[in-house]
């Protein structure tokens, strides 16, 4: 399996998840081929490609113009075949079944997005979420555990890397929460 570097994305002012994070939360979200992958607040579409390369079918949500812009370069430019929806989640949301979500952004609506997830989740479907804040981190936890989600895991991952010049730039500590539907 080949990983993609930062490096290679087409980049712009949009928030990318870094190599490191998508390694790890493509891993938590247990990607194969085959998987239906909802990626709300795709940002530059990171998440995306590399969901794709690994055979799932993808729908790239984001609301952000130059975000989407950066979605279609990347997708072009690895030829990846990702459902792009300009739009907030989760009102702008397909009708679709997924059995795997990311969610990179919620712009405030988590609870609304569960309330989605609740019919357009798979049981046994995977929801994993990125964040940098505590609040965000609190809300997503309860959330899941107000629908009754199981092996619910927390991670805080914070990174560092040696700059050109050797010094060590430090990265924004990320929160990986993954949890899987289940139905009681």
């Known amino acids: 399996m080949k990983w993609i570097k930062d490096k290679d994305f087409i980049?712009?002012?949009?928030p990318m998840t870094k190599f490191n994070?998508?390694?790890?939360?493509?891993?938590?979200?247990?990607?194969?081929?085959?998987?239906r992958l909802l990626d709300i607040g795709a940002g530059t579409g990171s998440i995306s490609i590399e969901a794709s390369l690994q055979g799932a079918l993808v729908w790239a949500i984001e609301k952000e113009e130059e975000g989407i812009n950066l979605?279609?370069?990347?997708?072009?430019?690895?030829?990846?075949?990702?459902?792009?929806?300009?739009?907030?989640a989760p009102e702008d949301l397909p009708n679709i079944m997924f059995n795997k979500c990311f969610v990179g952004g919620s712009k405030g609506k988590l609870s609304e997005i569960f309330q989605y997830l609740e019919s357009f989740l798979?049981?046994?479907?995977?929801?994993c979420g990125n964040f940098i804040t505590l609040k965000n981190l609190n809300e997503y936890i309860g959330l899941?555990?107000?629908?009754?989600?199981?092996?619910?895991e927390t991670q805080l991952i914070q990174s560092a890397y040696i700059d050109e010049y050797g010094l060590m730039k430090g990265q924004n500590p990320i929160y990986i929460i993954k949890g899987v539907k289940s139905i009681d």
Do not use: H, M
């Open 122 to 127: 798979e049981k046994d479907g995977i929801v």
């Open 71 to 88: 979605i279609k370069s990347n997708d072009d430019r690895f030829n990846t075949g990702i459902t792009i929806i300009k739009g907030i």
């Open 11 to 14: 980049r712009g002012n949009i």
């Open 144 to 152: 899941l555990n107000k629908y009754n989600y199981k092996d619910i």
């Open 21 to 35: 994070i998508r390694v790890l939360t493509l891993g938590y979200l247990a990607i194969q081929e085959g998987d």
